[in-house]
């Protein structure tokens, strides 16, 4: 069965950076759509970044463009979400999701199949 396990969660102040972290096996990453998703109390799932495979195209929610980055680590088998300029509004508890052999849909994927069990992320302002 497939496992994506996260980590890298924590508190912060407003301003601070975080890198979270999700190991994948069963399958490579370099092979698969990859994305950070988030959920905060009382609020829908949110997606936040997806990295595709090939080109390794990358789309952000527009909230955190410009502070977020995705990458992935191929010979790990792990991508990363790097946070900056963390906001309170960046509260939440956020997952990682893969879909193997995905095609790049222009877009962050909410079909992915396959779920981490998430990381906690608090900002405090």
């Known amino acids: 069965q497939v496992q994506l396990v996260e980590s890298g969660g924590g508190s912060v102040q407003a301003g601070g950076s975080l890198r979270l972290s999700c190991a994948a096996s069963?399958?490579?990453?370099?092979?698969?759509?990859v994305g950070w998703f988030r959920q905060a109390p009382g609020k829908e799932r949110q997606g936040v970044a997806a990295?595709?495979?090939?080109?390794?195209?990358?789309y952000y929610s527009d909230s955190v463009k410009g502070r977020f980055t995705i990458s992935q680590d191929n010979a790990k088998n792990t991508v990363y979400l790097q946070m900056n300029s963390l906001k309170p509004e960046d509260a939440a508890m956020y997952y990682c999701?893969?879909?193997?052999?995905?095609?790049?849909?222009?877009?962050?994927?909410?079909?992915?199949?396959?779920w981490g069990k998430g990381t906690q992320v608090t900002v405090s302002s």
């Open positions: 069963e399958y490579t990453t370099s092979a698969s759509c």
């Open positions: 990295i595709y495979p090939g080109g390794g195209s990358t």
């Open positions: 999701a893969a879909e193997p052999l995905c095609p790049d849909y222009g877009d962050i994927y909410y079909g992915m199949s396959n």
